[in-house]
């Protein structure tokens, strides 16, 4: 304190003892020099300050103008000496807003940092990841205990246009009773597949869009070797709450292949209905819903229907845990496969954004 007191009086004499005709000189390197000029010629200019006589190449001055009143004087010089290096004042300004030092802080931040930078430079740019994985109890006619894993994918392009996809895979051990009273126990991986959704909304202003959903998948505890569901349909976006409930509905026609044990019938025309749900009811958990049914156009004895739901809890900004559970029955099937299937999922989700 007693420093700035003692810098403020010297600045003040300083600028008292100015000439009448003081200029104030703004050189290239950003330096100011107040004075009188004493003499001038085409190369230099000789300035007297109230310390010295100072000779300046004409080059170096930027710009000249008068110096400062009386009245501005006290001002300019509390303001000069006010200014501090910008390497102290932030020091003493993070030492002053936190009781930790500023290399602790400075540690606590990077982790973060470091991995906002690393996922900014592998993701393309508009695109947002996901990985997933998780521990899965399943129940149809046996009971199996599965490891599952998954890769999703979404993009929006401007209001209109947005794209997504997802693909998974299980590793399942699968336990049950034959038809003789047997019990097994073995290892089953022959269940994954992907699946893509188009979204084209008709405007701006509007909620109405066309869909188009395309999917592949290998179940073979259904004893399904390949399957193929191509939707097509109408569809409208509810939103709710400052959009913090999101309902999505389609309707629309749609065609399946299936490749199963003891099945004839390849090709399976169908009318499909859609619905998912989306409620961030905090700020850090959200409940996800899902409910897709379909019945075959040739045969209303051939139907299939899924309903899903589950919470996800935002944990951190580099993962999130969930627990889901799933219900379906499919009759787009031979008569001997499985046909309902429970399951249970307790998980995690890296977030790729």
Not at 95 to 116: G, R
Request: hydrophobic share 35%; net charge negative; proline share 3%.
């Amino acid at each position: 304190m007693k420093n700035i007191t003692l810098n403020i009086f010297l600045a003040l004499a300083a600028l008292s003892s100015l000439p009448l005709n003081a200029d104030v000189f703004v050189l290239k390197n950003g330096d100011r020099i107040t004075g009188e000029v004493a003499s001038k010629t085409e190369d230099k200019t000789s300035i007297q300050t109230p310390y010295a006589l100072i000779d300046i190449p004409n080059s170096e001055i930027v710009s000249v103008s008068a110096a400062p009143t009386d009245k501005k004087q006290e001002e300019l010089a509390k303001e000069a000496v006010a200014e501090k290096p910008a390497e102290e004042s932030a020091a003493q300004n993070a030492i002053a807003a936190s009781d930790k030092p500023a290399e602790n802080v400075a540690e606590e931040k990077s982790f973060i940092d470091e991995y906002k930078d690393f996922v900014h430079g592998i993701v393309p740019e508009g695109w947002e990841f996901k990985l997933t994985g998780a521990v899965e109890y399943r129940k149809t006619d046996s009971q199996t205990t599965s490891y599952t894993f998954g890769f999703e994918g979404f993009k929006k392009w401007g209001e209109l246009d947005e794209f997504k996809f997802n693909a998974y895979y299980d590793y399942a051990y699968e336990k049950g009773t034959l038809d003789n009273g047997m019990s097994y126990r073995n290892k089953t991986t022959d269940k994954y597949g992907i699946g893509t959704n188009y979204k084209h909304f008709f405007d701006q202003a509007s909620n109405w869009y066309f869909t188009n959903t395309l999917a592949y998948s290998v179940d073979m505890i259904k004893g399904i070797k390949d399957q193929v569901d191509e939707i097509v349909g109408l569809g409208r976006s509810f939103k709710f709450l400052d959009e913090k409930l999101v309902i999505n509905v389609s309707v629309g026609p749609s065609i399946r292949y299936v490749n199963a044990d003891g099945y004839d019938e390849h090709w399976v025309p169908m009318a499909t209905f859609m619905e998912d749900l989306t409620y961030k009811f905090h700020k850090y958990s959200r409940f996800e819903q899902n409910f897709f049914a379909g019945i075959s156009l040739t045969n209303v004895h051939k139907y299939n229907y899924m309903f899903s739901a589950g919470i996800v809890f935002e944990v951190t900004e580099v993962v999130n845990l969930a627990a889901r559970y799933f219900y379906s029955y499919d009759a787009v099937n031979s008569g001997s496969a499985q046909k309902k299937e429970e399951r249970l999922t307790l998980g995690f989700e890296i977030p790729l954004k």
